[in-house]
């Protein structure tokens, strides 16, 4: 195990394209998946103690379900999988044309529903590297095939957003209120009202960025309301408060951060899955610990617990 300034690395796993960090209290595990493995993985924080499935196909997001296993975005829309039990069960695909738009980053808010966005496929095809991305932010007008969903506990589906280029999160405030939702490719990260039902409103920007500051990728939310922003192509991992004020940057060993999540017994660990898609040797020779899991040390406060998915 690795430690620097800041955080230890937990798993030097070279996850490709590692994604969906989220916290398991029934076993101890935080979980992560890696697209472009594809498989999932878990980490037992009591006794390091590794696991790896390798699912029929991609999975791209994750979260505990209320009766067992975990409702996940995939290739096939979404699904109920058990990493554990090797259980693979589709239940319906959101998008019109799996060939135009794929199934991004997922989580549940606050009541149980799941959220889950979808993103240009060929962000994921085309666009490795931050020049990549930047050579390809003039063409974003016929790229934003993306939309962002909700699955209920009754499985209605709805859409909540369309017209995005390269959805991540959402992340919810700690009453449920509030989502903030990133849209990677355009930098643009943005705050909504959500009410009691879960349907979305008021969309205003939250924080717009430069390509020098990286591309804002996963979220995670305190008890004080403030949001945990990892960023592709950056080196850093930062928190803003509820009003957008940068309060914190945490230097990384790596240049790909992807999503950060809470967890412990008590919330009060940070963890952060990263990625080294189309890395080379010489890649791995400047960045070692490309792809690992990380913890973020001494985070100020604890983040908030995880509702699993009611379905």
Sequence with gaps: MMEGE???CLWDAKAILGESTIWDDRDGCIYWVDIEGPSVNWYNLETGKKGTWV???WISAIAPRASGGFIASCADGFAHIDPKGQVYSP???PIPDPKIARLNDGVTDREGRYWSGSCDTSQWDESTTAEDKESTLGDLDSRNTGELYRLDADGKLSTQERDIVTANGPAFSPDGRTAYVNDSMPLVSWVYDVSDDGELSNRRDFLKFQPKDGYPDGMAVDVEGCIWMAFYESWMLRRFA???TLLEERKLPVRRGLRPAFGGQDYSRLF?????QGYTEKNFEQEPLAGGLFEILNPPAPGVPVTPYMG
């Design 272 to 276: 952060l899955i990263t990625g080294s």
């Design 91 to 93: 239940i319906l695909h």
């Design 55 to 57: 699912p029929p196909t």
């Design 6 to 8: 800041g955080w230890r």
């Design 242 to 244: 509820p009003d957008a």
